[in-house]
């Protein structure tokens, strides 16, 4: 690692904390301002499906075109422009009497919701290819780490206003805002720097060019399938449990808290020792399998306690991300990180549409039976069958990649 490097990870790591602290805070309180606005669950489900849908939308255009422009311009100014963007969204949801406004608050976020996208391809920037799936597990448990402290402090906030939470968040993008343009370093030296191919920076060409990347193809349809998974437990969990077992934004707080800390357990601790014993590969498989059980049990619990314990028992399932992220990149040109990034994170992003759009009505189906009738968790279910997708078509990209690579070498 350069010595920009080693200047320019610290700082980058602490932005990127800060910023999902404020994202964090807001997370177990949507659904309860919401449904201060409206009465009956399935309207509810409607709404709170509608907004994370529209972030999902404005980011899933934004992504790849940030990426690109920080590939051209450097990840400095993009990163500080995206923080900017994320305070005035808090901000507006914090202060806004109508649905409609959030509305528009959380496209204006989505738009902006570049900063994970950028800071992975600063991690790029400094990182060697050998050390970057460590690299960027570092990056997902400081990621962890806003969503620790953001849930758990946006839980007791919410038991004075459901719009203090929103308030504070903004006040940190704001912190955040001011470190990021005093102490950030540039990672990116002008004689890496791209030109913007605004062919590759559509979202849909973008995700088309990933598949095309030797050593890649397939393996693009495994991260859709995990993604779409892990967002349909991320957009419905504060509703589900809310519905299932009467939890409010301090019990979903805490809840997210102890996500947030397998997670960093996962991927600063155990994501080390899984990559060196077994390689990315081998790492990804395990998580897949992990978690394709772990949703049917979350789909199968009829009691509060029984979350946690799944939680705790998917650990493995924390390091899919990373693992995938770091073959992906390690197959790219170095020129090119901040574009091949922005569309892995579109990928997020239209999952981010499709799956409270898919997941919410579902919910919305379900609301009115007993919370003890196993239909209540279909959304886990069909998580726990996007999950089984995504292992199997892993294993045998893996295979089929693995004997290429032995038939060649017989060659």
């Given at each position: 690692?350069?010595?920009?490097g ?12 800060l ?17 201060s ?5 399935p ?8 907004l994370?849908?529209s ?11 940030l ?27 914090g ?13 204006i976020g ?21 050390n970057?799936?460590?690299s960027?597990g570092?990056?997902g ?8 402290c ?5 839980g ?16 940190l ?14 990672s ?16 849909l ?9 030797q ?5 693009v ?57 077994l ?14 059980i772990?949703y ?8 509060g306690?029984?979350?946690?314990a799944?939680?705790?028992a998917?650990i493995?399932?924390?390091?899919i ?7 992906v ?47 209540v ?27 290429g ?7």
């Amino acid at each position: 690692m350069s010595q920009r490097g080693k200047a320019g990870l610290p700082f980058i790591l602490v932005t990127v904390f800060l910023d999902m602290l404020g994202f964090g805070i807001v997370i177990p309180v949507l659904p309860a301002l919401v449904g201060s606005m409206i009465a009956d669950k399935p309207t509810q489900a409607y709404w709170y499906g509608a907004l994370l849908a529209s972030y999902g939308l404005a980011q899933f255009f934004s992504a790849p075109l940030l990426g690109a422009v920080s590939d051209r311009f450097g990840r400095r100014s993009v990163l500080l422009i995206s923080i900017f963007g994320l305070g005035v969204n808090f901000l507006i949801t914090g202060l806004s009497p109508w649905l409609w406004l959030l509305l528009v608050s959380r496209l204006i976020g989505g738009a902006s919701g570049a900063s994970y996208t950028v800071a992975g391809a600063y991690i790029a920037d400094i990182t060697t290819p050998e050390n970057r799936s460590r690299s960027f597990g570092l990056l997902g448990a400081v990621f962890g780490l806003g969503f620790i402290c953001g849930p758990l402090i946006g839980g007791v906030l919410a038991a004075n206003s459901l719009r203090l939470p929103y308030l504070v968040a903004a006040g940190l993008a704001l912190l955040n805002w001011i470190y990021g343009y005093f102490i950030l370093p540039e990672s990116l030296p002008k004689d890496r720097r791209t030109a913007i191919d605004f062919k590759k920076a559509n979202p849909l060409a973008a995700i088309l060019a990933l598949t095309k990347i030797q050593g890649i193809g397939s393996l693009v349809i495994v991260y859709v399938f995990t993604v779409f998974a892990q967002f349909l437990l991320q957009t419905t969990w504060v509703l589900y449990t809310s519905f299932r077992f009467g939890w409010g934004p301090r019990d979903n707080g805490i809840s997210l808290f102890v996500v947030g800390i397998v997670g960093v357990v996962a991927q600063a601790g155990l994501l080390g020792i899984l990559l060196k014993r077994l390689g990315d590969k081998r790492t990804a498989l395990i998580g897949l399998a992990s978690s394709s059980i772990a949703y049917l049990f979350y789909g199968l619990a009829f009691q509060g306690w029984m979350m946690y314990a799944i939680i705790l028992a998917n650990i493995l399932g924390f390091v899919i991300n990373p693992a995938l992220q770091g073959i992906v990149s390690k197959a790219v040109d170095p020129r090119h990180q901040g574009i091949t990034l922005g569309s892995l994170n579109s990928i997020n992003s239209i999952m981010g549409v499709i799956a409270p759009l898919i997941g919410t009505p579902l919910l919305a189906q379900v609301s009115g039976l007993p919370p003890t009738d196993f239909r209540v968790g279909v959304v886990f279910f069909l998580g726990a069958l996007a999950q089984a997708c995504a292992f199997v078509q892993a294993y045998f990209h893996f295979r089929k990649k693995r004997l290429g690579v032995s038939v060649a070498e017989a060659a």
